[in-house]
T-cell receptor, first 110, second 114 residues
Framework: RKEVEQDPGPFNVPEGATVAFNCTYS??????FFWYRQDCRKEPKLLMS???SGNEDGRFTAQLNRASQYISLLIRDSKLSDSATYLC???????????FGTGTKLQVIP | NAGVTQTPKFQVLKTGQSMTLQCAQD?????MSWYRQDPGMGLRLIHY???????DQGEVPNGYNVSRSTTEDFPLRLLSAAPSQTSVYFC?????????????FGPGTRLTVL
């Protein structure tokens, strides 16, 4: 089983829709979780960290479910500019190392 | 403030050639790392450094060398290029390591090995 798994998509959603992605991780001792965004042929950029109690940043909500070992990202009122690949990042253990998922591609259509 | 810069942006090598990918950051970050990104594989850590003079191996270090003589620079050397090293290479830096801190990525180097 991969350390971090994501549905590659693509998720095609209309503007204004709500969409959610999940990311599962295999190491129950994982401590830190992040979502990064990567536009086509560009570098990844931090979207948000994921906190144990869940957290929100505008239209974006991140949740952590330790019992089932997954994190989620919810995007409300999707915009065309949200089209990108969303990378899940987990610290599974080891000094100063994180593991990236392969990403979920989102395409918001007009 | 340029952030993280990488050169070159594109490179084509022949099998067996060597080259150095350059990475520099002007944010005084202690932690720097190199990743490669391949379709369906995600970003994989090649080497990382927690400060000048200190480097360590990541997940896929074979065929690559690094050094960190200054805080600003973290070059990645391909010793003898192979087609399996065709990939997009990203350099990243972080103020205190990627575990709790945001990583800032450079724009990437697209490398093709023939």
């Amino acid at each position: 089983r991969k350390e971090v798994e994501q549905d590659p998509g693509p998720f095609n959603v209309p503007e204004g829709a709500t969409v959610a992605f999940n990311c599962t991780y295999s190491n129950s001792a994982s401590q830190s979780f992040f979502w990064y965004r990567q536009d086509c042929r560009k570098e990844p950029k931090l979207l948000m960290s994921v906190y144990s109690s869940g957290n929100e940043d505008g239209r974006f909500t991140a949740q952590l479910n330790r019992a089932s070992q997954y994190i989620s990202l919810l995007i409300r009122d999707s915009k065309l500019s949200d089209s990108a690949t969303y990378l899940c990042v987990v610290k599974p253990g080891g000094y100063q190392k994180v593991t990236f998922g392969t990403g979920t591609k989102l395409q918001v259509i007009p | 403030n340029a952030g993280v810069t990488q050169t070159p942006k594109f490179q084509v090598l022949k099998t067996g050639q060597s080259m150095t990918l350059q990475c520099a950051q002007d944010m005084n970050h202690e932690y720097m790392s190199w990743y490669r990104q391949d379709p369906g594989m995600g970003l994989r850590l090649i080497h990382y450094s927690v400060g000048a003079g200190i480097t360590d191996q990541g997940e896929v270090p074979n065929g690559y060398n690094v050094s960190r003589s200054t805080t600003e620079d973290f070059p990645l050397r391909l010793l003898s290029a192979a087609p399996s090293q065709t990939s997009v290479y990203f350099c990243a830096s972080s103020p205190g390591g990627p575990v709790k801190n945001e990583q800032f990525f450079g724009p990437g180097t697209r490398l093709t090995v023939l």
